[in-house]
């Protein structure tokens, strides 16, 4: 009997991972495409799977969607055109215009008065000229190692090697993506359909160049060049970041957290005093950014906006959001006021602060970054104050004064030119997966850090430091094995 019931266990078993294993092999699955080949992005698919679908609008309706698109773009560009002036269009520019909606016969030369009215096809040659390129196509040619990292709803991102020494990101309208797919259904024309979502590239390149700040990516070129049967398929080359993840910028210290979070507001802070005017971010998600040499950066730029919402009343001044919603004041001009800074900044505090701000901080920081947190969650405070606050966190933590007086009773031998190899135990937050490395801002911190360790019996000053300045130092469960080393100090601790 009991055999039985064992082998009726084991068939059951077999049967779960038979049909596991079948549903993984043969189950419907997505693939990224293909790398860009010379430059180009993916090959466009062929007919479409799906019928089209015809929303009762047809050609005309796709039209007006990327005269709209196109227009955008325009007012983006046309504040530097209008301060700038007008200049001859370079042979790199002139390719931008392909992207242009046909124009219509009202929009055709004509008289001077008429011209007026043609719409924004024709000025459309400067406001949408671009700075000439650090790189191009021919860069492209001399591409390796390409690597896909990822896509969104419009756009594939690869990781190359350009001239086998630059490490960079290519962005290209992606084929087999949601915004193609979408439209060649509803739409069944491929060609304008890219128009279409390569605007959203073209609006990306123009902020890029117009955003200069630290914390915003940089773009360094761009290439176009035909794919199968699509002229002038762009493609962009920006620099490269890795991705933010958040667990495992959870597992990392205090220190490197909050540089993430200074990054932030440092970026929030200058798109809510751009050129352009107030700039919000209306896809805010850790997804959005990247970490360039431990710095936060923005890198989706296309669905940024610098649009005020208008209002006749404050009930018009509405923000949802999935936690809690705000009511803002409408302003005797008819705009919400600073609704882009706001959002904006909530947005900072429910994906990051909450996470990376108050944990693991030192104990006499928490209060101040508790009320950053909690002043940020309850938007009474906006952008300027946000910032002002956690630049004097760092002054705070960099000038030491953050810490406090306490008497010190065990005393430390000092051991110039002198490390200790093993003798390794782990703590967390540490920069040091197998050991216990952390940051002080002299050797009174590391004799507090290691009297709050019981296991700690020694610690060695390093020559390296961190971001701010602050030494590294190892800390230690024994030292029964001191080398020679000229870089570092161990101290060990005197036991009587």
């Not at 799906?50 to 990327?66: T, V």
């Not at 042979?91 to 924004?120: I, K, W």
């Not at 019996?457 to 469960?477: E, I, S």
């Amino acid at each position: 009997m009991r055999r039985r019931k064992t082998a009726v266990a084991a068939g059951c078993c077999l049967a779960f991972l038979l049909g596991t294993l079948l549903n993984v092999l043969f189950v419907p699955g997505s693939e990224h495409p293909p790398p860009p080949r010379d430059g180009a992005p993916p090959s466009p698919p062929g007919a479409p799977l799906y019928p089209p679908e015809d929303d009762g609008g047809g050609q005309a309706a796709l039209e007006r969607q990327i005269r709209e698109r196109y227009e955008e773009v325009l007012r983006y560009r046309q504040h530097r055109a209008a301060a700038a002036g007008r200049r001859p269009l370079r042979p790199r520019e002139r390719r931008l215009m392909d992207l242009a909606p046909p124009r219509t016969s009202a929009e055709q030369p004509g008289p001077r008065g008429r011209a007026a009215a043609a719409g924004p096809r024709a000025g459309a040659s400067a406001e949408l000229s671009l700075e000439p390129p650090l790189l191009g196509c021919r860069d492209i040619r001399n591409v390796s190692g390409v690597q896909y990292l990822g896509s969104g709803y419009t756009k594939a991102v690869y990781k190359a090697v350009l001239n086998r020494t630059l490490a960079v990101a290519l962005k290209a309208v992606d084929f087999g993506g949601h915004d193609i797919a979408r439209c060649v259904r509803q739409f069944s024309t491929l060609g304008d359909c890219y128009r279409l979502a390569a605007y959203k590239i073209v609006k990306e390149m123009i902020l890029l160049q117009r955003l200069r700040h630290a914390n915003v990516l940089q773009l360094y070129g761009y290439c176009y060049q035909d794919s199968n049967d699509i002229p002038d398929t762009l493609t962009t080359i920006t620099e490269l970041g890795s991705p933010l993840e958040m667990i495992q910028l959870l597992q990392t210290s205090w220190e490197d957290r909050f540089r993430i979070c200074l990054s932030l507001v440092r970026l929030l802070h200058y798109l809510a005093h751009s050129p352009l005017g107030s700039v919000t971010l209306l896809d805010f998600r850790p997804r959005q950014f990247v970490i360039v040499d431990g710095e936060l950066k923005v890198t989706d730029l296309d669905d940024a906006s610098i649009e005020e919402s208008s209002c006749t009343s404050n009930s018009d001044c509405f923000m949802e959001f999935p936690a809690r919603n705000f009511t803002l004041p409408c302003s005797v001009e008819g705009r919400c006021q600073n609704m882009n800074e706001k959002r904006n900044l909530y947005n900072a505090y429910r994906f990051f602060f909450t996470y990376l701000l108050p944990h693991s901080a030192p104990s006499s920081l928490k209060p101040l970054l508790d009320k950053i947190v909690n002043a940020t969650g309850e938007l009474h405070w906006g952008i300027d104050e946000t910032a002002a606050q956690l630049e004097r966190v760092l002054d705070l933590y960099k000038s030491g004064e953050y810490l406090q007086n306490t008497t010190r009773t065990p005393k430390y031998r000092r051991v110039p030119e002198a490390f200790i190899p093993d003798e390794n135990y782990r703590c967390w937050p540490s920069y040091h997966h197998k050991g216990c490395l952390l940051s002080v801002f002299d050797v009174n911190e590391a004799i507090e850090i290691c009297d709050s360790y019981s296991q700690c019996k020694a610690f060695v000053l390093t020559n390296q430091t961190t971001w701010t300045g602050r030494q590294l130092v190892f800390f230690k469960m024994a030292s029964n094995h001191i080398v020679p080393d000229p870089d570092k100090i161990t101290y060990v601790k005197v036991t009587d």
